[in-house]
């Protein structure tokens, strides 16, 4: 297959973005590129969306690939994600039905721990409120809260984690952090005090998760950790939704058994329109943009532009993260 002809769908462009963000001439005057726009949830209108593409490129975990719909997919040659890893893609599915898989990087630095703290901050001061209260004709509604002195406890002490607790210990924060793996070593490596779950569920004035996604750790946080929480007490999660029990975390805001919550990951992504976070006051809510920025999205297309340029070339051992690439049945331009 010459690299003018291959048709390549890239999904969930939420901003329309992708297309601007990287130079697709590369692939050649006759190549189709097609960003979408829209997520959809219904598998038979993906696969009548996707069979008469040659590569896909999904966004982060937006859309999942599953061997349900991977089975559905014939004409699928090269299936890409933004990002080292993809926990909504099926990669036994993928090698067995010989479609090779690879990602990106992600972009430089560690743009969620940055997010991170402008959730926290938002939280404290109050800033979504009091700027609505401006633009409105009013002035100084609420009281906020500082965080010299106070308490960040950090559910993840990796990268992301390792930076958001280096922005509190610069804030003159207390930092205590928990992982199922943390040692007491690692903590004090960073000026980190160790701590057990139980502990830094109650001592936490904030609480930050970073961590991945798994079965071990769905619904890691649910209604007896929130209920260890201070009621002055706020929650961050940039991480994961299905991390924290979402309905025990709706009726912790709810009831006001927690101070509030920064989020911007959830258990069905778009949120739907009438979902209760929606209109809790004691939340602030992001489209998770962790990821999402200038930098990031050049990097990830830039890199989905050369892995497929590469992949026509027959030269797998010049792909960026090939997840699944070394297979011999694979399907070939």
Do not use: C
């Amino acid at each position: 297959m010459a690299a003018n002809s291959i048709r390549v769908a890239v999904l969930d462009d939420y901003q329309q973005r992708a297309l601007s963000r990287a130079d697709w001439s590369r692939l050649g005057d006759g190549a189709q590129v097609t960003a979408f726009k829209d997520h959809l949830f219904d598998e038979d209108a993906l696969v009548q969306r996707l069979q008469g593409f040659d590569v896909v490129v999904g966004m982060r975990e937006r859309t999942p690939f599953r061997r349900s719909l991977l089975e559905r997919l014939p004409n699928l040659k090269l299936l890409m994600t933004t990002g080292m890893g993809n926990a909504s893609y099926d990669f036994a599915a993928a090698t067995e039905l010989g479609i090779p898989v690879a990602g990106t990087s992600m972009g430089p630095g560690p743009v969620t721990a940055e997010l991170t703290w402008g959730l926290i901050l938002s939280l404290v001061r109050r800033i979504p409120r009091e700027d609505a209260a401006v633009r409105a004709g009013g002035w100084q509604l609420s009281l906020g809260e500082g965080l010299y002195g106070k308490t960040l406890g950090i559910v993840g002490l990796g990268r992301l984690g390792t930076a958001v607790a280096r922005v509190g210990l610069a804030f003159q924060m207390k930092v205590i952090a928990w992982s199922q793996n943390l040692t007491r070593a690692k903590a004090e490596t960073e000026s980190v005090g160790y701590a057990t779950k139980e502990q830094l569920f109650r001592e936490s004035d904030i609480i930050s998760i970073h961590y991945v996604l798994s079965d071990r750790s769905r619904d890691m946080i649910g209604a007896s950790e929130l209920g260890l929480m201070k009621p002055t007490a706020y929650l961050i999660n940039t991480s994961r939704g299905p991390i924290v029990n979402e309905a025990a975390l709706v009726a912790a805001l709810s009831e006001r058994k927690i101070s509030g919550a920064g989020l911007d990951v959830f258990d069905v992504e778009p949120l739907p329109p009438d979902h209760p976070l929606r209109r809790l006051p004691n939340t602030v809510i992001t489209p998770h943009l962790g990821y999402v920025t200038q930098e990031a999205y050049t990097v990830m297309f830039t890199h989905a532009i050369e892995n497929i340029l590469t992949w026509l070339a027959g030269d797998p051992t010049r792909i960026i993260n090939p997840a699944v690439f070394d297979r011999p049945n694979l399907r070939r331009p």
